[in-house]
């Protein structure tokens, strides 16, 4: 660390898990001090490996409850249904005082299966910063993924208000924007603008796979119409997104029921030419568009905001 850098908010942060979302935390927090020791962890002995050809971390081990130890900060980045069993590898290994945190996208879930394993003394501080992109591995990540985007902290009621304070500052620092949420509310809000939108692309692009060879091959050619943007959503890892619908399954349910209505309520007004029901329904929708922009969720450029280059 050079001469004149601040201090860092963290002496030593361990990171479990080094897919794009533990690996761009590797990267803001090399690139702006914010540790003064990364190590990481992670199950599978290809990924460590390569973690440590992109000098992620100062150290790297396979055994978790080895990482942790020492660490000021822990942060647990693996799919939701492997939390409990990592939360109980860990837990010998973590000294009083330590933060422990999660970035997975569901929170009930999550604090039911590690709160049980989580030592007294360790402030245990369930979060999840809403960014990423449907790329994984280590990478996959880059320094600035957290910048603009929202961490939703959903601390429980005898939570450390300092360690909330510090863990706070932390994603701040990282670029985020945070907010405090309560963790069934939470689910509640991710069922509908995170979850359902990936489960109804997975369908889509699960019926287009479905369709005779040569309609596919026409889906394929022609999806600059819109079948391509459903399938970046279906490209995310399966393995996360499996488990998010296990872990937040009845949020996910509820909005099924609550989108499957709807859809049942536009398919009658296109059989029945109700042209006054579908204008008012596009000019609704149309307005949540130029709200997630004015929010700064977006930009209005075109493509999504996805700048491409032509093939030559």
Request: charged fraction near 20%; glycine fraction near 8%; include cysteine.
């Amino acid at each position: 660390m050079a001469e004149n850098s601040p201090e860092p908010l963290f002496e030593t942060v361990a990171l479990i898990g080094i897919g794009l979302i533990g690996s761009s935390l590797a990267r803001v927090m090399r690139e702006r001090g914010l540790a003064r020791r990364i190590v990481i962890s992670t199950r599978s002995s290809a990924t460590l490996r390569r973690a440590q050809e992109l000098a992620l971390g100062d150290a790297f081990e396979a055994d978790a409850a080895e990482a942790v130890r020492g660490a000021d900060l822990v942060i647990v980045s693996v799919p939701v249904g492997a939390s409990g069993d990592v939360a109980k590898a860990i837990a010998p290994g973590l000294k009083p005082g330590a933060t422990l945190t999660d970035v997975g996208s569901t929170k009930r879930s999550v604090i039911n299966q590690m709160a049980p394993h989580v030592p007294a003394g360790v402030h245990f501080i369930p979060g999840h910063p809403i960014a990423g992109t449907e790329h994984s591995g280590p990478d996959a990540g880059f320094a600035t993924l957290f910048d603009g985007r929202w961490c939703i902290l959903t601390p429980l009621p005898e939570a450390n208000a300092a360690a909330v304070t510090k863990l706070t500052a932390f994603w701040q620092a990282c670029g985020s924007k945070v907010d405090v949420m309560d963790p069934d509310h939470h689910d509640t809000v991710l069922a509908i603008t995170s979850h359902l939108p990936h489960i109804i692309a997975y369908n889509i692009v699960g019926t287009a796979d479905d369709l005779a060879t040569d309609t596919k091959s026409e889906v394929i050619k022609f999806s600059a119409s819109g079948f391509r943007d459903f399938t970046r959503l279906a490209a995310s890892d399966p393995v996360m997104w499996r488990d998010v619908c296990l872990h937040n399954r009845d949020a996910i349910l509820d909005m099924l029921s609550r989108f499957s209505e709807d859809l049942t309520a536009l398919r009658r007004a296109i059989r029945r030419g109700e042209g006054d029901t579908l204008h008012d329904l596009f000019t609704r929708t149309r307005a949540i568009r130029r709200s997630i922009i004015d929010a700064g969720q977006d930009t209005a450029a075109p493509d999504f905001g996805r700048l491409t280059t032509p093939k030559p």
